[in-house]
């Protein structure tokens, strides 16, 4: 990377704090008399002159177009920092940040409680929440609560305690369930741009979304029961089911809250664990709720919380067009322990990390099942194919297993996919030492970074640390997973300068097992069809920066339309008062920001299509001539052996009947910069947690890889 590109991303970076920091004043101050009396009246004045924008004019330029400015740099962020990577070209500033990175995601907080694993960032984000809320909250109480004096409440004709009880009702939905709902939708953006910039990922903050999805409805439901208490203690029940013109429409609040609690009884663990299609049919119900959220509140109020799902329906959107395209699925790896690896095609310009997931969807299991999982080849090593590991634990993943594997073999299987997402950034070279522990289906995290790792000492030839890959499994029929490590067929790499230490512990059994395995390892080639394609990205390779240019763009087209609908039909012949419904409005609202959204989407995916139309004409001139699919044989001690140096079985040391002493093995590792990459189950993942959070272990470096999407 230039040095003009390394300036360029810090001048990026610095504006974008410092949006973000100006955002965050505002969110600060919105509860106070200060910006209630003087700030917001003055730039409704200012902004909403002439009714240009309409009374949504103030709220969309203080809370609106503040974060989208900070999605569209972050794209400009996150696209010079790809071009460091595919240069492999390493800066100093590139080397503090990874140190910083480092400490950053260290883990401070670490138990059984709903926090998890929290790591130094996450904490500061947390702390910084938690005092918003607080301070909202008793901002709040201080200017209104306690401004309820008995000559106040003789002026409305109400008793002291059922006007603080309207005022209750308030507080627990406009003020503390409005800034959690405004932060619900960034988790789950997959192709966010703001995170990046703070040093996260969609896949990592997850479990944000899910606090803040019981946060907002433990807000929202107290904001309900408050206001219907209040009119059945003023003797006003008739106002639930009032839907007035000119403000709030209580049915409309209603119709929201109790769709909020549909979604939120399915995510009660153990009805999401044996009910998992009942969560996830119930959980589209988001669009729903999301509006008649708009038609309570008010399309002004929802510009407030409005940035988070805008930047959400951009990324669904262009998830929804990625899945309608069938991927082309060449072959699948079948192994002993009901394990499969699918292998598809891809495309030359699709780049992606170790670490990275797909979704993927088999119409003939079902056609609204989309199912997480880790790609298990190297962009480096496999740049024609992709790969995933497929275990059979679940209902689904059992039929898939049962298709794939059945006597009578299947000539083709419908695929869709979405991604890969994953980490933006990845450098496990930098450290001295590398530990990867993982338990059960965690090993698949780690089969794509031992990969990178034989790329960067085979082709590269460059000096990659000491590896230690600790893996735990039940039984000695998982240790065939071990097999995926390497790639089913392909070019030879010498692995001799690979300093690779395997450790395969065996809890279940004591001794090797002599018991045949219903499924004998073997090799199924399909036959897709020429309508079939490569996994490619559907913005092409630039995605990041086409991602930046849908946000600016679409927005920019919905406020045009938003000028002519405010000029020509909400305020016509410039009537300073509208005759316009709040549900008319809120409604076309929303209805130009889809419009607006759909139309730059596809026209970014259809900008796209010819390269990729391209590229696709390419891969049917080299289909291959079977005309049926086929099953091979797969002797994976052959394909090991094969290695004319030193093989991976060589390297690795199976254990039976115990556990490992992670404590033990990772504070026993030397050197200045140890990585520990953890994947597997919560307990494993939070014991190593404990011994990386260890205040005298300061060369350690914790990163976590969860599943819980």
């Known amino acids: 990377m230039t040095t003009d590109h390394i300036k360029m991303r810090r001048v990026i970076w610095t504006?974008?704090?410092?949006?973000?920091?100006?955002?965050?004043?505002?969110?600060?101050?919105?509860?106070?008399?200060?910006?209630?009396?003087?700030?917001?009246?003055?730039?409704?004045?200012?902004?909403?002159?002439?009714?240009?924008?309409?009374?949504?004019?103030?709220?969309?330029?203080?809370?609106?177009?503040?974060?989208?400015?900070?999605?569209?740099?972050?794209?400009?962020?996150?696209?010079?920092?790809?071009?460091?990577?595919?240069?492999?070209?390493?800066?100093?500033?590139?080397?503090?940040?990874?140190?910083?990175?480092?400490?950053?995601?260290?883990?401070?907080?670490?138990?059984?409680?709903?926090?998890?694993?929290?790591?130094?960032?996450?904490?500061?984000?947390?702390?910084?929440?938690?005092?918003?809320?607080?301070?909202?909250?008793?901002?709040?109480?201080?200017?209104?609560?306690?401004?309820?004096?008995?000559?106040?409440t003789n002026k409305l004709g109400l008793e002291s305690w059922k006007a603080k009880l309207e005022d209750s009702a308030v507080i627990f939905g406009h003020v503390l369930g409005n800034i959690c709902l405004a932060l619900l939708f960034f988790p789950v953006t997959r192709t966010s741009t703001v995170l990046p910039l703070f040093g996260l990922t969609s896949e990592s903050t997850v479990k944000?979304?899910?606090?803040?999805?019981?946060?907002?409805?433990?807000?929202?439901?107290?904001?309900?029961?408050?206001?219907?208490?209040?009119?059945?203690?003023?003797?006003?029940?008739?106002?639930?089911?009032?839907?007035?013109?000119?403000?709030?429409?209580?049915?409309?609040?209603?119709?929201?809250?109790?769709?909020?609690?549909?979604?939120?009884?399915?995510?009660?663990?153990?009805?999401?664990?044996?009910?998992?299609?009942?969560?996830?049919?119930?959980?589209?119900?988001?669009?729903?709720?999301?509006?008649?959220?708009?038609?309570?509140?008010?399309?002004t109020c929802a510009f407030i919380t409005l940035p988070g799902f805008y930047l959400f329906l951009i990324d669904r959107f262009v998830r929804f067009l990625q899945s309608r395209r069938r991927v082309r699925l060449e072959s699948a790896r079948l192994l002993p322990c009901e394990t499969v690896e699918l292998n598809f095609a891809k495309s030359s310009s699709l780049t992606y990390n170790p670490g990275s997931i797909i979704f993927v969807n088999v119409p003939a299991i079902s056609k609204l099942q989309w199912h997480p999982f880790t790609v298990t080849s190297n962009n480096s090593l496999d740049q024609e194919k992709l790969s995933i590991a497929v275990k059979s634990v679940g209902g689904w993943s059992n039929k898939l297993f049962q298709?794939?594997?059945?006597?009578?073999?299947?000539?083709?299987?419908?695929?869709?996919?979405?991604?890969?997402?994953?980490p933006s950034s990845t450098n496990f070279?930098?450290?001295?030492?590398l530990v990867m522990v993982s338990g059960g289906t965690g090993l698949t995290p780690m089969i794509s970074i031992v990969r990178e790792l034989i790329y960067a000492s085979s082709v590269l030839k460059i000096k990659t640390p000491k590896t230690i890959l600790i893996c735990a499994f039940k039984n000695s029929a998982d240790l065939t997973m071990l097999?995926?490590?390497?790639?089913?067929?392909?070019?030879?790499?010498?692995?001799?300068?690979?300093?690779?230490?395997?450790?395969?512990?065996?809890?279940?059994?004591?001794?090797?097992?002599?018991?045949?395995?219903?499924?004998?390892?073997?090799?199924?080639?399909?036959?897709?069809?020429?309508?079939?394609?490569?996994?490619?990205?559907?913005?092409?390779?630039?995605?990041?920066?086409?991602?930046?240019?849908?946000?600016?763009?679409?927005?920019?087209?919905?406020?045009?339309?938003?000028?002519?609908?405010?000029?020509?039909?909400?305020?016509?012949?410039?009537?300073?008062?509208?005759?316009?419904?709040?549900?008319?409005?809120?409604?076309?609202?929303?209805?130009?920001?889809?419009?607006?959204?759909?139309v730059t989407a596809s026209a970014a995916v259809i900008l796209n299509r010819k390269q990729n139309g391209q590229q696709k004409s390419q891969i049917q001139n080299t289909i291959l001539s079977s005309t049926q699919a086929s099953i091979l044989p797969y002797n994976p001690e052959v394909e090991l052996e094969s290695f004319p140096q030193q093989s991976l079985s060589q390297s690795t040391n199976i254990h039976y009947g115990r556990r490992p002493d992670l404590k033990k093995i990772i504070l026993d590792c030397e050197g200045s910069s140890i990585g520990v990459l953890v994947s597997g189950p919560r307990a494993l993942r939070h014991n190593v947690a404990n011994i990386c959070s260890f205040g005298l272990e300061k060369n350690l470096h914790f990163e976590s890889v969860s599943f819980s999407w």
């Open 403 to 422: 298709m794939i594997s059945s006597p009578s073999t299947i000539d083709r299987l419908e695929v869709s996919v979405e991604g890969p997402y994953g």
């Open 483 to 598: 097999d995926l490590l390497l790639p089913v067929s392909g070019t030879e790499h010498d692995i001799s300068n690979l300093n690779l230490q395997i450790e395969a512990y065996v809890t279940k059994e004591q001794q090797p097992t002599t018991e045949k395995h219903s499924i004998n390892p073997r090799v199924v080639s399909f036959k897709p069809k020429e309508s079939d394609s490569q996994i490619s990205p559907i913005l092409g390779p630039n995605n990041g920066l086409w991602i930046g240019a849908i946000i600016a763009s679409s927005f920019i087209i919905f406020l045009i339309m938003i000028e002519l609908l405010t000029k020509y039909y909400i305020y016509p012949k410039s009537n300073s008062t509208s005759m316009i419904s709040w549900s008319i409005q809120g409604t076309l609202n929303m209805l130009l920001i889809c419009v607006s959204i759909a």
């Open 15 to 152: 504006v974008a704090m410092v949006i973000f920091l100006g955002t965050l004043v505002l969110w600060i101050m919105l509860p106070t008399k200060t910006y209630i009396r003087y700030w917001s009246p003055k730039m409704k004045s200012n902004v909403n002159h002439n009714t240009y924008f309409g009374p949504q004019g103030s709220n969309m330029l203080s809370f609106t177009i503040p974060m989208l400015l900070i999605a569209v740099l972050g794209s400009l962020y996150n696209y010079l920092r790809k071009i460091n990577e595919s240069n492999q070209n390493t800066s100093s500033d590139d080397e503090n940040k990874s140190w910083w990175a480092g400490k950053l995601k260290r883990p401070m907080i670490v138990g059984t409680s709903p926090l998890g694993i929290v790591s130094l960032i996450e904490l500061s984000f947390l702390i910084m929440f938690i005092a918003l809320l607080i301070w909202s909250l008793s901002t709040y109480i201080h200017n209104r609560v306690t401004s309820i004096t008995p000559r106040h």
């Open 208 to 299: 944000y979304h899910k606090w803040l999805g019981h946060i907002v409805l433990t807000f929202f439901t107290g904001h309900g029961l408050c206001f219907i208490f209040f009119w059945a203690a003023t003797n006003d029940m008739a106002k639930v089911l009032e839907w007035k013109s000119d403000r709030a429409s209580n049915v409309a609040g209603e119709i929201c809250l109790l769709v909020g609690l549909i979604m939120w009884a399915t995510t009660v663990p153990k009805i999401r664990q044996k009910f998992f299609e009942l969560f996830f049919y119930t959980h589209q119900l988001y669009i729903v709720f999301m509006v008649f959220f708009i038609l309570h509140v008010g399309v």
């Open 429 to 433: 070279l930098r450290h001295e030492t």
